[in-house]
């Protein structure tokens, strides 16, 4: 078993934090990284740093769209002699651990015209674990079936996580694009957070938007691509854009049919691996 370990789910290439945007999910920014893993590093420690900036739906169902803003973090080993190594190893392909978190920044409803008249929803904060299982194909190309689970607190409680299948060629030495199909989901008080309306909430949208209580389930279902070239040893350029569109109880809540249920993301980030 071989058993990376970073700091985001897929081990990110960029994370959104600004708070100009909805829902900044470390995993699907970072989606590539754990299948681009550069050299493997001989030392003890070994991490990457970097930015990123790109553009995604200022929230979860919106129209508008905002620039972001994001840090490259991916530890890539973590080595103390005789007691754990963490990564860094030569074996491809098996099962994979590592843990996963995300950020949905703080929807203030007086700043999107669609949204006036709902309350404001606090940033939140979600953390858990993505397992995955990688199968080598060819030289070129390899195969991964994961699953991310997290609990959310702050704005909004529940779980929320993602599942897909990841194709990555190896297109030249310095050159890996990662893709695939993947579907989310939510537990019924997150999407009720995002996507619910109370009779209140309603009445002070003077019936602009209705009444809804969803139900928890498979938010939405999309695909994602994302690339690393190693433009000089050890700094890398990353690119990542993904598609979704709502289904099921996301799908029909007002707050996606006043504003669009495809909702794309699209970055670039520049990033340097130090080792110790």
């Known amino acids: 078993m071989r058993i990376p370990v970073s700091l985001v789910a897929n081990a990110a290439v960029f994370a959104v934090l600004s708070t100009s945007v909805g829902a900044a999910e470390f995993d699907r920014y970072g989606g590539a990284a754990p299948d681009l893993v550069a050299v493997q590093p001989a030392s003890d420690f070994a ?57 949905a920044s703080k929807r203030v409803s007086a700043e999107h015209t669609a949204l006036v008249g709902l309350n404001d929803v606090e940033a939140t904060y979600a953390l858990g674990a993505r397992i995955g299982y990688e199968l080598v194909l060819n030289d070129v190309l390899r195969g991964e079936l994961y699953g991310a689970a997290r609990y959310a607190v702050g704005g909004a409680e529940g779980f929320i996580g993602e599942a897909g299948v990841d194709i990555t060629a190896k297109l030249t030495p310095q050159l890996e694009v990662v893709g695939g199909p993947l579907i989310s989901f939510a537990s019924e008080n997150y999407m009720d957070t995002y996507f619910g309306v109370t009779a209140g909430e309603a009445a002070a949208t003077g019936g602009r938007l209705g009444a809804y209580n969803p139900n928890g389930g498979v938010k939405s279902v999309g695909v994602q691509l994302a690339a690393r070239y190693e433009i000089v040893p050890d700094t890398y350029l990353s690119a990542k854009g993904s598609y979704s569109n709502f289904v099921g109880d996301a799908l029909a809540s007002p707050i996606v049919t006043s504003g669009s249920q495809h909702q794309f993301t699209a970055g670039l980030g520049l990033a340097r691996r130090f080792a110790f």
């Not at 169902?61 to 005789?82: H, K, L, M, W």
């Open 47 to 103: 991490f990457v740093l970097g930015v990123g900036i790109g553009t995604a739906p200022v929230y979860e169902g919106a129209a508008e769209y905002g620039v972001t803003f994001s840090p490259i973090i991916e530890v890539q080993r973590f080595r103390i002699p005789g007691l754990i190594d963490i990564g860094g190893g030569e074996d491809v392909g098996g099962l994979s651990f590592a843990p996963s978190f995300s950020i």
